[in-house]
């Protein structure tokens, strides 16, 4: 008799239970298909700053082999982008870490400005006007954050803007030299 | 009757608004057959935009839709099958871009989860069906005429021991 009231009741809370859980999810939040797969192929164009020497310049992934570093895709009209840019800064400047800004599906003008305005904190800095080299990284939209190592192979990829917590959490595992400065920061 | 002819010409009216947003917000693209342009119709609905995430590429507003219908008509142009298109999407964005994945260990819950609850169900189902039935077939009848056949001995010898013995009423 008591089972009759008894396995509704399992059924509610396994319900409630397995729904509560989705609400935790972020629906946004996809595993990449390029993780553990080398990044793609490409070879773009440099924006054109008032630091740019060589206008003839082209960037490929291949130049950074032997070292791991940061591709931060941006863009001038991303709003996302100028909240985590101070955190790029604070990277480029205080960190040896390579970091490379594509500039996506951007005008030309309004980047330069936009960094000169904001600070650059890039070594490198390829445009994607088209927005092909995005398709073939899979990305959703700017901003997005990736991690490449010295293989060339793609080992973190975040979709959307970063922030100090995630920096440690997720990202500095990848730098020892991060990890050192973002400890350091939340001791003070 | 004069409300059914106004709603019946509101409906025709509306008729005409419905039908431009139901075509989507593809750009205008001239295939050169008739061929590609059905296979790029089908391939927008079933690949889906990765940003807005309800929506596949046909219905999808978002830039990178747009990106991604560019990308579809060239490699239909550049003569990849549907197959190979599906590929291609597939090893940029992951199972997520079709709206019918693939089968394999990520999405095989997807795949099964709806036959492995069906079977559970019917499992459950004939169980109960299966002790039902065998319960109305024994207990009503016989213990019917048990309990009438231990009442009225009860009554004409007045002994209440009888009662208890239930389970094999012969004397």
Not at chain 1, 48 to 56: A, F, I, L, N, V
Not at chain 2, 39 to 60: A, H, T, V
Not at chain 2, 95 to 123: H, M, Q, S
């Amino acid at each position: 008799m008591n089972s009759k009231f008894l396995l509704p009741l399992i059924a509610f809370l396994l319900m409630a239970v397995l729904l509560g859980f989705g609400l935790t999810q972020n629906p946004q939040e996809l595993p990449s298909a390029l993780i553990g797969k080398p990044i793609p192929k490409f070879s773009q164009p440099i924006l054109k700053t008032s630091e740019t020497h060589d206008e003839q310049d082209l960037f490929t992934p291949d130049e950074l082999l032997g070292k791991r570093w940061i591709l931060n895709v941006w863009a001038s009209w991303c709003p996302s982008c100028r909240y985590e840019h101070p955190l790029f800064n604070e990277i480029g400047n205080r960190t040896s870490i390579p970091l490379v800004g594509l500039n996506y599906k951007d005008a030309e003008q309004n980047a330069v400005q936009w960094l000169a305005e904001r600070g650059n904190p890039y070594d490198r800095i390829p445009t994607d006007m088209s927005g092909d080299v995005g398709i073939d990284l899979g990305l959703y939209g700017a901003p997005e954050t990736y991690v490449i190592d010295e293989q060339g192979r793609v080992l973190y990829r975040h979709a959307g803007p970063i922030d100090a917590e995630l920096i440690e959490r997720e990202i500095a595992p990848f730098f020892p030299e991060l990890q050192a400065l973002f400890v350091q920061q939340q001791g003070s | 009757m004069n409300i059914r002819l106004t709603l019946l010409t509101a409906l025709a009216i509306s008729a005409f608004f419905i039908t431009p947003t139901s075509l989507g917000v593809v750009e205008v693209n001239q295939f050169e057959t008739v061929e590609e342009e059905k296979r790029y119709k089908e391939l927008l609905e079933e690949l889906r935009c990765p940003k807005c995430q309800n929506q596949n590429l046909l219905d999808s507003d978002a830039p990178i839709a747009k990106d991604l219908r560019r990308r579809t008509r060239s490699l239909i142009e550049e003569g990849k099958s549907n197959e190979e298109v599906k590929s291609y999407m597939l090893d940029r964005y992951g199972d997520f871009v079709l709206y019918k994945p693939r089968f394999n260990a990520a999405t095989a819950l997807l795949w099964l989860g709806p036959f492995i609850l069906l079977a559970i169900v019917v499992i459950v189902l004939l169980r109960r069906i299966k002790n039902k039935t065998e319960e109305e077939l024994l207990k009503p009848s016989q213990s019917d005429d048990e309990a009438t056949r231990i009442k009225v001995r009860n009554l004409m010898s007045n002994s209440p021991d009888l009662t208890q013995d239930s389970g094999d009423a012969k004397p």
